[in-house]
C-alpha cells in the first residue's frame, strides 16, 4: 500500500495488489527507538567459514579493483553483509559470522517458520496464557485478552509494529513457545544458518540467543519465496482494529531524516538493549535485487542503522556486476541446482532464483500502473522464488532456471 506522499521523490517501491485499502491520508511518522549504547566488543578471531573462507576472517571483506566504488566511510556497525538476492554471491561482508544478539529480525526466521502453517482467514481469540511471559519493555501492536483476531491481522502486528504480542499469540497456536523455539531451531538447521541459536521466538533478549548477519540473509532469503511474507513485510501500513499501524522499518515507511529507499520492499527490522539496532533490507535497482543485513552500528545517531544501510545498498548497486564475490549465501539442505544433482548441505549457493512462471501482476505504490512479470522491488504480490513454493520447505525440488530468474517488470 502506499507510502507517505514526500515532495521531490517517490521510491520504486512496490506494494501487492492485495495489500489493504486505506487512505491516503498518512498518520504522522511514528518515533523510531534509538540504538542502546553497548561496550565495545572485538569479534573472535575464528568464525564459520560456511559461504567461503573469507566469510570467517574478521575484518571487512571486499575484492577492490579498478572500476568497483570504494565501500562507503564511517561504516561503525559490528557486523553486515551485502549480497545478491538472486545469486546469493556475497558482494562484500564485515564479520559476517559474528554470532550476536539479533533483536526483532529474529521475527524473520519465526515467520519463515510458521507462516504457513495457519490461513491467513483463520479466527483465533486471545487467551491471557497467549500473551503471558513477556519481556519488559516489548515492542507491541497492542492486542487485548478476549478479542478475535484472524491470523492475517496477527502478521501484520509481526511485521509492522515487530509485535511480541501478536508473536506470543501465534506461538501459542503452533502448540506453545517451546513447540516454537524448537521448529525454528530445526528450521535454521535446515536452511544452514548454523551460527542461530533459537531462545526466544519474538527475538527479545535472552542469554544464549544470537544470529549472525550471514544467517539472518539465509532467513530473508528464504522468506522472500513465500507471497505471503512478502506481502507482510513490504506493508507500509495497515489497519489493526480500529487503528492505523505503520511499518517500523524507516527505509520502507521513511522519517523525518530518512528517506524512503527507492526500490525497497522489506524485510524487518530490530532493536533491543543488548543487541543495539538490527535490519536486513531487500531492494531492487536496474534489474538488480540486493539484500543488506546490518547488526549494531556503534554509532548511536538516531536512525543510524537505516543510514549505513541505505549507504551499503548504494554501493552494493553502484559495485553489481563489477566486483568480485568474497563468498555465497548457501542454499537450503537437499536443494537441487539446475544441475538436477542434490546439493550435499556445504557448497556455495547458486542462487534462489528471483522470478519464475505464473508471476502475478503488481500495483506500484508510485504510479499505481500495473507491471508484469516478477516486477520491480521482489514484485510482492507475485509467484517469485519457486525453489519453497507452497510455504514449506520442499526438498528436491530444484534451482529455478537462469531464463526464469532474469524476468523483468516494465519500469
Same mark, same amino acid.
Given at each position: ?88 554471491? /556475497? ?89 516454537? /523455539? ?185 504510479? +499505481?500502473?500495473?507491471?508484469? +512479470? ?8 507475485? +509467484?517469485?522464488?519457486?525453489?519453497? +513454493? ?22
Amino acid at each position: 500500500m502506499p507510502a507517505p506522499k514526500r515532495t521531490g521523490r517517490r521510491p520504486l517501491l512496490v506494494a501487492s495488489a492485495t495489500l489493504l485499502s486505506l487512505s491516503v491520508t498518512a498518520p504522522a511518522a511514528l518515533a523510531s527507538p534509538a540504538p542502546a549504547p553497548s561496550p565495545t566488543a572485538t569479534p573472535p578471531a575464528r568464525m564459520s567459514t560456511l559461504g567461503g573462507a573469507r566469510l570467517g576472517q574478521p575484518g571487512t571483506q571486499v575484492n577492490l579493483a579498478p572500476g568497483v566504488p570504494v565501500l562507503p566511510k564511517n561504516l561503525t556497525a559490528r557486523s553486515w553483509i551485502v549480497s545478491d538476492a538472486e545469486s546469493g554471491e /556475497v558482494l562484500a561482508a564485515h564479520n559476517a559470522h559474528w554470532r550476536l544478539p539479533p533483536a526483532s529480525t529474529l521475527k524473520m526466521l519465526f515467520a519463515d517458520t510458521v507462516l504457513p502453517r495457519f490461513p491467513k482467514g483463520t479466527h483465533h481469540t486471545v487467551a491471557p496464557s497467549d500473551l503471558a511471559g513477556m519481556g519488559i519493555g516489548s515492542s507491541v501492536v497492542g492486542m487485548r485478552e478476549g478479542r478475535t483476531y484472524t491470523v492475517h491481522d496477527l502478521w501484520l502486528g509481526v511485521f509492522l509494529r515487530s509485535g511480541n504480542d501478536a508473536v506470543r499469540t501465534l506461538s501459542a497456536m503452533n502448540g506453545g513457545i517451546a513447540r516454537t /523455539v524448537q521448529d525454528m531451531q530445526e528450521h535454521a538447521g535446515q536452511l544452514q544458518a548454523l551460527d542461530t541459536h533459537v531462545v526466544s521466538p519474538d527475538g527479545y533478549d535472552a542469554p544464549g540467543q544470537v544470529s549472525s548477519a550471514y544467517d539472518l540473509s539465509l532467513f530473508a532469503r528464504s522468506g522472500l519465496q513465500k507471497k505471503d511474507f512478502r506481502e507482510y513485510c513490504s506493508t507500509v501500513r495497515a489497519t489493526f482494529g480500529s487503528a492505523t499501524i505503520q511499518n517500523t522499518n524507516r527505509l520502507l515507511s521513511g522519517d523525518t531524516d530518512v528517506p524512503v529507499y527507492p526500490g525497497i520492499a522489506g524485510v524487518k527490522n530490530g532493536n533491543t538493549t543488548h543487541a543495539g539496532a538490527t535490519l536486513t533490507a531487500v531492494a531492487e535497482r536496474g534489474g538488480k535485487v540486493l539484500l543488506v543485513t546490518m547488526m549494531n552500528p556503534e554509532k548511536h545517531e538516531h536512525n543510524e542503522v537505516y543510514k549505513e544501510s541505505a549507504k551499503l545498498l548504494d554501493w552494493g548497486f553502484q559495485a553489481a556486476g563489477k566486483v568480485n564475490a568474497v563468498g555465497e549465501l548457501v542454499p537450503p539442505k537437499g536443494a537441487v541446482p539446475a544441475t538436477g544433482q542434490p546439493d550435499t548441505g556445504a557448497r556455495a549457493g547458486h542462487g534462489s532464483g528471483i522470478g519464475g512462471s505464473g508471476s502475478q501482476p503488481v500495483v506500484s505504490a508510485s504510479t +499505481g500502473s500495473r507491471a508484469g +512479470g516478477a516486477g520491480i522491488a521482489l514484485a510482492v504480490a507475485g +509467484g517469485l522464488l519457486v525453489l519453497l +513454493g507452497g510455504g514449506a520447505f520442499l526438498v528436491n525440488r530444484r534451482w529455478p532456471l537462469p531464463d526464469l530468474m532474469r524476468r523483468r517488470a516494465r519500469h
